[in-house]
């Protein structure tokens, strides 16, 4: 299984293409783990990776994302996959809004954050966070 990541990288990249001061969307697309995956040296009692990501990590992460002014508008899960490849199917999906990059940025290079995503790596399989804006339209 491949590991789930936010890397540095992809947040510079996310900075560089985002424009500072505009509130931004985020879809996550979430697709767990049988088991959460904390790998050897895991000292967690075992669960599944559902369980690592509602009960571990999103209690930690929610009360940061409302301290910066941010929310869940929408969570729920995926009842069927129309359109898309054969081999991608998703489970859960969860739309967050923030007021803009430079909030969400700094959360995810937290200290604090750092010590949770540990159980977001843990519990996903597969996964995408798309950064949208409101009202870009062709």
């Known amino acids: 299984m491949r590991t789930v990541t936010i890397s540095e990288a992809a947040l510079a990249e996310l900075e560089r293409q985002v424009p ?3 509130p ?20 967690l009692a075992p669960c599944s990776g ?10 930690a992460v929610t009360p940061m ?3 910066l ?3 869940v508008v929408w969570a729920g899960s995926v009842l069927g996959h129309p359109v898309c490849r054969d081999d991608e199917r998703w ?6 809004e923030y007021p ?3 909030s ?21 399989a597969d996964s995408r966070l798309i950064a949208t804006r409101e009202g870009d339209k062709p």
Do not use: K
């Not at 969400?104 to 996903?124: C, E, K």
């Open 69 to 71: 002014g941010g929310r």
């Open 50 to 59: 559902r369980a690592a990501y509602y009960e571990r990590y999103a209690p």
């Open 65 to 67: 994302v409302m301290a």
């Open 24 to 43: 931004v969307t985020m879809l996550n697309l979430l697709r767990f783990r049988d088991t959460a995956d904390y790998g050897p040296n895991d000292t």
């Open 91 to 96: 489970d859960d999906m969860l739309v967050v």
């Open 104 to 124: 969400i940025l700094g959360m995810f290079r937290s200290p604090d954050y750092q010590a949770q995503v540990m159980h977001r790596t843990a519990a996903l």
């Open 20 to 22: 500072q001061g505009v």
């Open 100 to 102: 803009d990059i430079e």
